[in-house]
C-alpha cells in the first residue's frame, strides 16, 4: 500500500516567493507544537468494530517498533535471486509507484528523480521460487494504483530496501510556471508479509519506514520529527467482502497518532475509506473520491463536501455517517440541503462586470485604470479585491493538488503561505 510516505514543503510556497517560519507567529507555534496520541487512541468510526485488529497491531508495534524493525524471526529465509525492478514491484516502492505522473490538467509538471539502492526480499526456497513468476494484484486507489502481492500468497516474504527522492514539481499559477524544489529525502522501508493469528485474517503485512531529509527544499522544516511510520495490513480469508484493513501510526507535522483504511467490495465497486487522526474522512469509489470528504478546520467547524467518482456535487444532502446524495439548488436553505464549501467561496467572492469563472477558477490580472476619475477608480478598486481574492483561490486550490503529499504537510504549509499572503483581504476563503 502506497501510505503517506513523502515529508515535503510545498510548491506554491515558492510560487509565491515567501516563506514564513516564524516562531512568534501563534499559528506556527501551533503547526510546530509536539502532540503524541496513545497507543490505544483511534479515529472514531461506526463502520466495523476492529478491537481485535486495534489489540494485535499494538502488540507488534510495541515488540518492533523501537526496534526500527518488522519482526525478528525472518534470518532463516533465503534471499531470492530477483531483479531489482521485480524486486522493487513486490515491495511497493516503484518508480510508478513512488513517482507518480501528476494528473493531466495542464497546472503541475512532475521534475522529481528517484535513485535506489540494491533490494533484498528473503523467503523460503519454494517461496522465492514463487516470487519469481507472480503477477502482482492491483487494487484503485487515487492518484496511483496499488501494486500488492495476491492475498492468497501463501509464503513468508520479508523486503528490505531504501531509495532517495528529490521532489521538484513546476506549478501553473496565474499562467505563470513556478518551480518548487521540495527537497531531497532518503527513505528506508521494512516489509514482512506473514500468516496472521487473527481469526478471520488469513494474512498481514507488517511495515516500517522512515523518511530522512538530505536536504531542505524551498522551506525550512528543519523543526518537524522525522519519525518512522509503523503500518499493519490485515488480508481477509476466504470471500468475506472486506478485502483488507490497514491500521498504521505516523508523525505529522510533530503530531502522532494512529489512523484507519478499510478497503472492501460492494457489488462490483471497489470501496476505499480513511479515517485519519486529525477528523479526516475521505472515500474511493474505484479509485474515485465518492461520498463525504470531511475536512477539520482549526478552530472551526470541518469543512464537509460531497464527491461522485471524484467530482464535487454542488448541493446534497448526508446520507448516513458517510455518503451523500444530490440535491436541487432550489432546495438550498433547507433543513438538511449543504453546498459544497468551494462553491460557497465562489458565490462570495466580490462580483464585477467580469465573468466570475475568470475570477473563481484561475486569477484574472489586476485591473490596469486608465482614468483617474472617481467612478473608475472605484470600479478599480472592486475589480483589483476581486481579483486579488481569485488570486486567494486560485492558490488555495492549488494547495490541495499538490502531488507527492500524502502526509498533508505540504498542504498545511501551502495553505499558511497563502493565508499571509491575501488573509488581509477579507477574502471569504478558510484556511
Same mark, same amino acid.
Given at each position: 500500500m502506497k501510505l503517506f510516505r513523502i515529508l515535503a514543503c510545498t510548491a506554491v510556497i515558492a510560487a509565491l516567493n515567501a516563506c514564513t517560519t516564524a516562531a512568534t507567529s501563534p499559528a506556527m507555534q501551533k503547526l510546530y507544537a509536539v502532540e503524541t496520541d496513545p497507543i490505544n487512541h483511534w479515529p472514531a468510526q461506526s463502520q466495523k468494530d476492529l478491537t481485535v485488529l486495534q489489540n494485535d497491531f499494538v502488540a507488534h508495534y510495541q515488540a518492533n517498533y523501537a526496534n526500527n524493525d518488522v519482526g525478528s524471526d525472518y534470518a532463516h529465509l533465503v534471499v531470492c535471486d530477483l531483479s531489482q525492478e521485480h524486486a522493487l514491484d513486490i515491495t511497493g516502492i516503484s518508480p510508478d509507484m513512488v513517482n507518480p505522473t501528476p494528473p493531466a490538467n495542464g497546472n503541475v509538471k512532475n521534475e522529481s528523480t528517484v535513485t535506489y539502492e540494491p533490494m533484498t526480499i528473503r523467503s523460503t526456497t519454494a517461496g522465492c521460487a514463487a516470487l519469481a513468476n507472480v503477477e502482482m494484484h492491483v487494487e484503485p486507489n487515487m492518484v496511483v494504483n496499488l501494486k500488492r502481492l495476491p492475498y492468497d500468497f501463501s509464503y513468508p516474504v520479508y523486503m528490505n530496501g531504501s531509495y532517495t527522492k528529490h521532489t521538484r514539481n513546476k506549478v501553473n499559477i496565474n499562467n505563470k510556471w513556478r518551480t518548487s524544489d521540495l527537497g531531497i529525502a532518503r527513505v528506508s522501508v521494512k516489509r514482512y508479509r506473514t500468516r496472521s493469528e487473527v481469526g478471520g485474517f488469513a494474512y498481514q503485512q507488517a511495515s516500517w519506514e522512515h523518511s530522512q531529509t538530505l536536504k531542505q527544499g524551498d522551506v525550512d522544516i528543519s523543526q518537524f520529527q522525522e519519525q518512522p511510520?509503523?503500518?499493519?495490513?490485515?488480508?481477509?480469508?476466504? *470471500?468475506?467482502?472486506?478485502? *483488507?484493513?490497514?491500521?498504521?501510526?505516523?508523525?505529522?507535522? *510533530?503530531?502522532?497518532?494512529?489512523?484507519?483504511?478499510?478497503?472492501?467490495?460492494?457489488?462490483?465497486?471497489?470501496?476505499?475509506?480513511?479515517?485519519?487522526? *486529525?477528523?479526516?474522512?475521505?472515500?474511493?469509489?474505484?479509485?474515485?473520491?465518492?461520498?463525504?470528504?470531511?475536512v477539520p478546520m482549526t478552530g472551526q467547524a470541518p469543512l464537509v463536501y460531497c464527491k461522485d467518482q471524484g467530482a464535487s456535487v454542488q448541493y446534497f444532502r448526508m446520507d448516513g455517517d458517510y455518503d451523500c446524495v444530490a440535491a436541487n439548488e432550489s432546495e438550498f436553505g433547507q433543513d438538511g440541503v449543504y453546498i459544497d464549501p468551494i462553491l460557497r467561496i465562489r458565490k462570495s467572492l466580490p462580483q464585477t462586470t467580469t465573468p466570475p469563472p475568470a475570477i473563481a477558477m484561475q486569477a484574472s490580472a489586476p485591473a490596469n485604470p486608465t482614468s483617474p476619475s472617481t467612478a473608475q477608480d472605484a470600479s478599480n478598486t472592486v475589480s483589483n479585491t476581486a481579483s486579488e481574492c481569485g488570486k486567494a483561490y486560485a492558490a488555495r486550490k492549488a494547495c490541495e493538488k499538490l502531488p507527492g503529499d500524502p502526509f498533508g504537510l505540504s498542504l498545511k504549509l501551502c495553505l499558511s503561505q497563502v493565508k499571509k499572503n491575501f488573509g488581509g483581504l477579507n477574502c471569504p476563503l478558510s484556511f
Open positions: 511510520m509503523f503500518i499493519i495490513t490485515y488480508f481477509s480469508a476466504g *470471500n468475506d467482502h472486506y478485502k *483488507n484493513i490497514t491500521l498504521f501510526r505516523q508523525t505529522l507535522t *510533530n503530531k502522532t497518532g494512529n489512523s484507519i483504511t478499510m478497503r472492501w467490495t460492494h457489488g462490483d465497486d471497489f470501496m476505499t475509506r480513511t479515517w485519519m487522526r *486529525n477528523g479526516a474522512i475521505l472515500t474511493q469509489k474505484n479509485g474515485k473520491q465518492s461520498g463525504l470528504f470531511v
